[in-house]
Nanobody
């Protein structure tokens, strides 16, 4: 089993920055893709950013050039640096790990951007 713990959400004014972190623990395999998804009430979870093998990355269209995803030195932690935040970035951010073992989700952390 894999457990994901997120941290770093909160309230920030438009134009500000936040950094989210997610740490995975449990029966991890080296090959995995970790990332962040955002969900607002009544809508599906949308991909925000992913980091895979050899630190390959992918971003959702709305966050390109504003958000940066990275892995920590221990490789079981990822960070999402979010800059130039807008009210449209508001939502619950979920960490996800995908591997041969399956898909695992964190509990989510709330990010609220005030105008």
């Amino acid at each position: 089993q894999v457990e994901l713990v997120e941290s770093g959400g909160g309230l920030v004014q438009a134009g500000g920055s936040l950094t989210l972190s997610c740490t995975a623990s449990g029966s991890l395999v080296d090959e995995n893709i970790m990332g962040w998804y955002r969900q607002v009430p009544g809508q599906q979870r949308d991909m925000v950013a992913l980091v895979g093998g050899r630190d390959s990355v992918a971003y959702g269209t709305s966050v390109k050039n504003r958000f940066t995803i990275s892995r920590g030195d221990a490789k079981d932690t990822i960070h999402l640096q979010m800059n130039k935040l807008t009210p449209e970035d508001t939502g619950v951010y979920f960490c996800k790990l995908h591997s041969a073992q399956g898909d695992f989700w964190g509990q989510g952390t709330q990010v609220t951007v005030s105008s």
